[in-house]
């Protein structure tokens, strides 16, 4: 199966600092999202981006299908973005993959104030 | 209405009980998930049901039982389930499968 690999493990900041997240996938795709679980357990789903860039508020997403890999950048970091940040995937198996979402082991974020 | 409703969130239940986990949606999605979460680590997927029907089993044991009674409901039978079986429980939808996914909140299982 495809492989996701999520950078860092962990990564500790101060309130205010700005931060990227790499995830890395083995294979194509066409389906790529990030998500973010905060400390309660809720998965909150930030950017559906299997290609190019987006932007929401002081979050954005890049996407290079042709190299795998995609980046999330924090900016201005808040307490409140602590949690765990999931990158997921769908292989692009020809229009025969069923929706099946594989993770990454998740970065975990602790933005301290 | 964006949300994905599950019941209940905490669930306590003796190996021998029959519990059953709900999740409704009114998003109008077509496909609904059930996804398996172990303390620090991803959720792993454990069913898929597009249309109403089950697309995808995760060879998951047969003391998890999904239904799919209609397109905003989606519940997950538990029979006869293990210590090891404890775990978060999540529910998810999206209008199509390989689309946007949307999750609930969950139901945290402690099976004694």
């Known amino acids: 199966g495809i492989q996701v690999e999520q950078s860092p493990p962990d990564l500790i900041l101060q309130e205010g600092a700005n931060s990227t997240l790499r995830c890395n996938f083995s294979?194509?795709?066409?389906?790529l999202q990030w998500f973010h679980q905060n400390p309660w357990g809720q998965l909150i789903n930030l950017f559906y981006?299997?290609?190019g860039t987006k932007q929401n508020g002081r979050l954005s997403a890049t996407t290079v299908a042709t190299e795998r890999y995609s980046l999330l950048y924090i900016s201005s970091s808040q307490t409140t973005d602590s949690g765990v940040y999931f990158c997921?995937?769908?292989?692009?198996?020809?229009?025969?993959?069923?929706?099946?979402?594989?993770f990454g082991q998740g970065t975990i974020l602790t933005v301290h104030p | 209405d964006t949300e994905v409703t599950q019941t209940p969130k905490h669930l306590v239940m003796g190996m021998t009980n029959k519990k059953s986990l709900k999740c409704e949606q009114h998003?109008?999605?077509?496909?609904m998930y059930w996804y398996k979460q172990k303390a620090k680590k991803p959720p792993e997927l454990m069913f898929v049901y597009s249309y109403e029907k089950l697309s995808i089993n995760e060879s998951v044991p047969s003391r998890f039982s999904p239904e799919c009674p209609n397109s905003s409901l989606l519940n997950l039978h538990l029979h006869a389930l293990q210590p090891e079986d404890s775990a978060l429980y999540l529910c998810?939808?999206?209008?199509?499968?390989?689309?946007?996914?949307?999750f609930g909140s969950g139901t945290q299982l402690s099976v004694l």
């Open positions: 997921a995937v769908v292989r692009d198996a020809g229009g025969t993959s069923y929706g099946k979402l594989t």
């Open positions: 981006i299997p290609s």
């Open positions: 998003m109008g999605h077509r496909a």
């Open positions: 998810a939808s999206s209008q199509l499968v390989r689309e946007k996914l949307f």
């Open positions: 294979d194509s795709v066409n389906n």
